[in-house]
């Protein structure tokens, strides 16, 4: 009794409080490096097989994630989880699904030498970049160094990564007195916080800075590549880093598995697997209503989809 008590004054708790933060717009970043980083994220020289870029499964018009379930690498390997978006992943307190980076630097090496996805070495990305003059001359603007190595290719990429944030969003622009929502998107915020989704996605980016269980009340049965992949505890199975929800209307397919194809099937998904409820149709479609008041723009030319 003491328990249920305590849980109901911890929600009332987080219906009163306001949990989530708004994008801050100064974000600071090297342009100069962010420019060139942004080059070698759609540049294919950087897959073995040259024929994958790192936009080949974060696609711009898709909201830098994957349409497909699970993307494709080199030489037309599956991968086995569904491509997360990194937008505003720079607010992640790790970055993969099961947080195997704990920054854009890590993130960026194992991704480059990902058998099924890049597949490259440290030597091997040093010989393509120093075998191209346009790369030697911007690096050498960037760095005042004739000689391009692995540690100045990823600082570029991570650099661009920084830029990649999508401030002013409605919802933004309401925390911060600069918006109003309609009836529906409140109801939708209202929904959100009673019902406890919120416990899960707050901060910043409305997730990603914690690990959290899928299947906390009724059992999930898909937990490929999850936390005990890498700890092999048994507390750690079906755990994951919990996604950011913003932008998440351009996202789908939803979840690590791609499960949801679309956000309707994500919402009722989660409020039954980890909120125990089976929540009504018009609910679902409030709630849907204020995710979509979570979708941003990304900033000067960091948001267009070449790399030239």
């Not at 099924?116 to 191209?132: D, Y």
């Not at 050498?140 to 990649?164: G, N, P, R």
């Not at 009722?268 to 929540?279: F, K, S």
């Amino acid at each position: 009794m003491k328990y249920i008590l305590l849980c109901i004054l911890f929600t009332l708790y987080l219906v009163a409080k306001e949990l989530i933060t708004a994008i801050p717009i100064d974000i600071k970043y090297n342009q100069q490096k962010a420019n060139i980083g942004k080059m070698l994220f759609f540049d294919t020289m950087l897959s073995k097989d040259r024929k994958i870029s790192c936009a080949s499964c974060h696609k711009p018009n898709n909201g830098w994630a994957d349409k497909k379930d699970f993307s494709v690498g080199i030489f037309g390997a599956k991968d086995v989880i569904q491509t997360p978006t990194i937008l505003n992943s720079t607010f992640n307190f790790r970055q993969f699904w099961n947080g195997k980076a704990k920054n854009f630097k890590e993130q960026i090496d194992i991704t480059l030498h990902n058998p099924i996805e890049m597949g490259m070495t440290k030597i091997l990305v040093e010989k393509r970049v120093n075998q191209s003059r346009e790369y030697k001359d911007i690096f050498f603007k960037a760095y005042h160094k004739d000689f391009i190595s692995y540690k100045m290719v990823i600082d570029t990429i991570v650099e661009f990564q920084k830029a990649l944030t999508t401030p002013n969003a409605k919802f933004d622009l309401f925390l911060q007195n600069r918006a109003k929502l309609t009836t529906k998107e409140r109801q939708g915020y209202r929904l959100f916080k009673k019902l406890g989704c919120i416990t899960c996605h707050n901060g910043i980016n409305i997730g990603g800075n914690s690990f959290q269980k899928i299947g906390l009340i009724f059992k999930y049965n898909n937990c490929e590549a999850d936390r005990y992949q890498l700890t092999k505890k048994e507390l750690d199975r079906c755990i994951y880093k919990v996604p950011t929800l913003r932008n998440i209307e351009l996202t789908a397919p939803y979840f690590h598995d791609a499960s949801a194809k679309t956000l309707k099937k994500a919402i009722e998904y989660m409020a039954h697997y980890n909120l125990g409820y089976i929540i009504k149709d018009s609910e679902v479609k409030s709630i849907e209503s204020f995710l979509k008041t979570l979708t941003g723009k990304t900033q000067n030319t960091m948001s267009t989809n070449n790399g030239k």
